[in-house]
């Protein structure tokens, strides 16, 4: 008997051993890049903490120190880059660091269901083909009064909330939610998702429980385990076709009785119904750029505003000049009694620019992004030897706050350096992409093609609602970005805010 116990626990010692070996050991190469433990992403797993704490503890300093680092993630080893001139090499060589998403890495996972092959992760001419679809929708004139009909609702929404409350400070992640769903569909898709006359709509609630299931730490950093036949992965699975088939529902309602304009046409909705119905692209194909599409327009522009919101009710004195600049331009419109003064009028907001630009950089809704793979043996930045098949990605955290490049006090909310014209703000903004220190919206070929349409929908969103109310955290909430009981360092996303602060709105 003895024998046989132990037996059975050396037997339990070489396989704990051979997966360690195996998958869990860091990789020798590069030899001057140090590794993160892997049990750091499994923290949240096992413990209530701050993903911000586990950034600063864990990562941020060999990130900075070295300008990369090995990072165990999605089952294997990949190199995360922080250092602006690598970044710069990564998005230059397209051909060297070549995308490469969740459905090649990870191709049995939840996730790749999830996103499939779509317009961001993919390469060659299938981008190229999805790319000549999506972006003439994307870089349309988008109309003002859809924004800002969607953002009285809202403040309607607020207002409700805010009586409920009564002294007390509302959550607004719901709320925002619902918002950035109704833009997304009306002004991207042309299609009509009523999220905000209802708090039943099916698409907002399945969008919710798809992201409880796939985000999970011990799924995202061992997808094989999505191989088994768990229960809960199972209904993952259902919850993502669900969502998939109610998006496209959506979408297909809406042109039921009008046709299809076909390619020809400037609205994204119809160009990606065309491409289906042309067999340019298959149904798989059209379901995951749908999806891909709708998850970015949504939950990226919704993270953003939060993060705004969040930092003028840090900074009162940026809020009060803020509110200031929209109402001397609303003083400035010719119609004195619009709600709006015209897109090109809304251009010229220096100070709002800044604070847009200032919250990306500080939390940019996609905070980390690993999708690129090395096709050979290269090395980055003439230092850092990174063997092909070996994936990259970068922490746009990190790189944004760059106390080398942004100064000392870079991680401070500073709108003001951004400039105080129209004209300075736009060229600091084009000089800091350039030099790589600038990276929420990416760079190279590969830049955010979703760029123009956020920007326009924070300018809408911002006037409106400190038009509106006069916006400050609630003393109760605690100051953090990870909810208290919720595990949230997951998927390799290091988003702004995964549970936004309470607020009080006058």
């Keep these: 008997m003895i024998v046989l116990i132990f037996e059975l626990l050396l037997l339990t010692a070489l396989l704990v051993s051979s997966v360690y070996w195996a998958f869990l050991l860091p990789p020798q190469y590069p030899h001057n890049v140090p590794a993160v433990p892997f049990w750091v992403a499994l923290i949240p797993f096992f413990k209530d903490v701050d993903q911000s704490d586990i950034f600063r503890k864990y990562i941020e300093g060999p ?4 300008g990369a680092v090995k990072l165990f993630f999605g089952a294997q080893w990949n190199i995360l880059v922080h250092r602006p001139s690598y970044l710069l090499e990564i998005f230059k060589h397209e051909d060297v660091y070549q995308k490469s998403g969740n459905q090649k890495k990870i191709p049995h996972s939840v996730l790749a269901d999830f ?14 083909c999805y790319q000549s679809v999506i972006k003439p929708g994307l870089q349309r004139p988008f109309e ?5 009909n969607n953002a009285s609702l809202l403040c309607g929404l607020i207002e409700t909330a805010q009586k409920r409350a009564g002294k007390g400070g509302i959550p607004v992640q719901v709320l925002l939610q619902r918002y950035s769903v109704a833009n997304c569909a009306a002004v991207l898709l042309q299609t009509e998702l009523p999220t905000l006359q209802s708090d039943e709509v099916a698409i907002n609630a399945l969008q919710m429980a798809v992201k409880r299931e796939i985000f999970k730490p011990i799924f995202m ?7 088994l036949p768990l229960p809960g992965r199972k209904r993952a699975r259902n919850m993502v076709t669900a969502f998939k088939n109610q998006l496209k529902s959506a979408l297909v309602a809406s042109h039921v009785e009008k046709p299809v304009a076909g390619l020809e046409s400037d609205k994204l909705g119809a160009r990606l119904l065309a491409a289906m119905e042309s067999s340019l692209w298959t149904e798989k194909q059209f379901l ?23 930092l003028l009710a840090k900074h009162p004195q940026v809020q009060d000049q803020l509110l200031d600049e929209i109402r001397d331009k609303a003083a400035a419109a010719a119609d004195h009694d619009a709600p709006l003064p015209e897109a090109a009028a809304l251009q010229d907001l220096p100070l709002m620019t800044a604070v847009i630009y200032e919250s990306l950089r500080l939390y940019p809704p996609i905070g980390q992004l690993i999708n690129r793979r090395a096709a050979k043996d290269t090395m980055l930045g003439g230092a850092i030897y990174v063997p092909r098949g070996t994936y990259v990605g ?10 080398a490049a942004w100064g000392p006090a870079a991680c401070e909310f500073r709108p003001e350096r951004w400039g105080d014209s129209s004209e300075s703000v ?7 992409r350039a030099r790589g220190e600038f990276i929420s919206f990416h760079g190279g070929k590969r830049a955010c093609l979703g760029e123009r349409f956020a920007m326009f929908e924070m300018r809408v969103t911002l006037w409106v609602l400190v038009g509106r109310f006069r916006w400050s955290l609630d ?11 919720r595990f949230c360092l997951s998927s390799g996303l290091f988003s702004s805010f995964s549970y936004p602060p309470s607020f009080r709105v006058i």
């Design 63 to 66: 990130l900075h120190r070295h």
């Design 426 to 432: 736009q060229k600091h903004f084009r000089l800091r």
């Design 144 to 148: 003002v009064d859809t924004l800002a």
């Design 394 to 403: 970068y922490n746009c955290y990190s790189t944004n706050r760059d106390a």
């Design 475 to 485: 003393p109760g909430w605690e100051d953090r970005k990870t909810p208290v009981g």
């Design 115 to 128: 996103l499939g092959d779509n317009i961001i992760s993919s390469r060659g001419e299938a981008w190229k």
């Design 288 to 310: 995951d750029n749908l999806t891909v599409t709708f998850v970015a327009g949504q939950e990226n522009p919704q993270l953003l505003m939060i993060s705004m919101l969040y």
């Design 221 to 227: 950093n061992f997808p094989i385990l999505d191989r």
